[in-house]
């Protein structure tokens, strides 16, 4: 439990939204990086296709994206007997493991987006200049994209982490509500207002507005900060 302003508000959805957003934003480090890059450089006509599909959460009310995602994840569902075929042998819905899932599929355009935009800006003579000094792939990757392309990475994994700390609609379709399990921060005040508790919501809001401050206040920095550099 955590005490201010003489109002006690439980600890376990502020740790559980910490670690939700932790895991989903380096599973879409990992696979957000590599997606956007091939976008950055697909030049097919399809492209727009997959630029729509990756951008589909921005628009797509959370709760039909929740909805999708429960139908697939339920012990039936297309995505479950996937996992099942390498041995995953638990429960996806209403688990810490829904959770993770539901919150990549809802914030994949803020990784993918700014890393996409990030790497079409880059200048490909560097990265040809450093094939030819007989640079791996790999070496190439770590040692000009990922500097010169850091602002988008930065902005990157910030909103990301961001967006999934406030998440709701697919969180509560995908997870509920259970006590300890699947009870984000999101939730809890929802939780609190159903039960006219409004001076644990308050409490609550009032953290989560300073973070969104916070969090925008350090995207418009490294954006600042960056763009003093170029300048």
Same mark, same amino acid.
């Given at each position: 439990?955590?005490?201010?302003?003489?109002?006690?508000?439980?600890?376990?959805?502020?740790?559980?939204?910490?670690?939700?957003?932790?895991?989903?934003?380096?599973?879409?480090?990992?696979v957000g990086t590599p997606l956007a890059w091939w976008l950055a450089h697909m030049r097919s006509s399809f492209k727009i296709?997959?630029?729509?599909?990756?951008?589909?959460?921005?628009?797509?009310?959370?709760?039909?994206?929740?909805?999708?995602?429960?139908?697939?994840?339920?012990?039936?569902?297309?995505?479950?007997?996937?996992?099942?075929?390498?041995?995953?042998?638990?429960?996806?819905?209403?688990?810490?493991?829904?959770?993770?899932?539901?919150?990549?599929?809802?914030?994949?355009?803020?990784?993918?987006?700014?890393?996409m935009h990030a790497f079409e800006a880059l200048p490909m003579r560097l990265l040809d200049a450093a094939a030819t000094l007989?640079?791996?792939?790999?070496?190439?990757?770590?040692?000009?994209?990922?500097?010169? *392309?850091?602002?988008?990475? !930065?902005?990157? /994994?910030? #909103?990301? @982490?961001?967006?999934? =700390?406030?998440?709701?609609?697919?969180?509560?379709?995908?997870?509920?509500?259970?006590?300890?399990?699947?009870?984000?921060?999101?939730?809890?005040?929802?939780?609190?207002?159903?039960?006219?508790?409004? *001076?644990?919501?308050?409490? !609550?809001?009032? /953290?989560? #507005?300073? @973070?969104?401050?916070? =969090?925008?206040?350090?995207?418009?920095?490294?954006?600042?900060?960056?763009?003093?550099?170029?300048?």
């Amino acid at each position: 439990m955590i005490e201010l302003f003489g109002i006690s508000v439980s600890t376990q959805p502020i740790w559980l939204t910490f670690k939700v957003a932790v895991t989903t934003t380096v599973i879409l480090l990992l696979v957000g990086t590599p997606l956007a890059w091939w976008l950055a450089h697909m030049r097919s006509s399809f492209k727009i296709v997959l630029e729509a599909l990756v951008a589909l959460p921005l628009v797509l009310p959370p709760t039909v994206l929740g909805f999708y995602l429960l139908i697939a994840m339920n012990p039936n569902g297309a995505l479950t007997q996937f996992l099942r075929l390498f041995g995953f042998e638990g429960q996806l819905t209403f688990s810490f493991t829904g959770l993770v899932i539901g919150s990549v599929f809802y914030s994949l355009p803020f990784a993918v987006q700014p890393l996409m935009h990030a790497f079409e800006a880059l200048p490909m003579r560097l990265l040809d200049a450093a094939a030819t000094l007989r640079a791996g792939v790999l070496d190439r990757f770590f040692t000009v994209v990922v500097p010169l *392309a850091r602002r988008g990475i !930065l902005v990157a /994994m910030t #909103l990301t @982490f961001a967006h999934t =700390v406030g998440e709701f609609g697919v969180v509560l379709m995908v997870g509920g509500n259970v006590p300890e399990v699947t009870r984000m921060v999101s939730i809890a005040i929802f939780d609190h207002v159903e039960s006219l508790e409004y *001076a644990e919501a308050h409490l !609550l809001s009032g /953290m989560m #507005l300073l @973070f969104s401050v916070a =969090v925008l206040m350090l995207v418009y920095g490294i954006n600042r900060r960056f763009a003093v550099k170029v300048g």
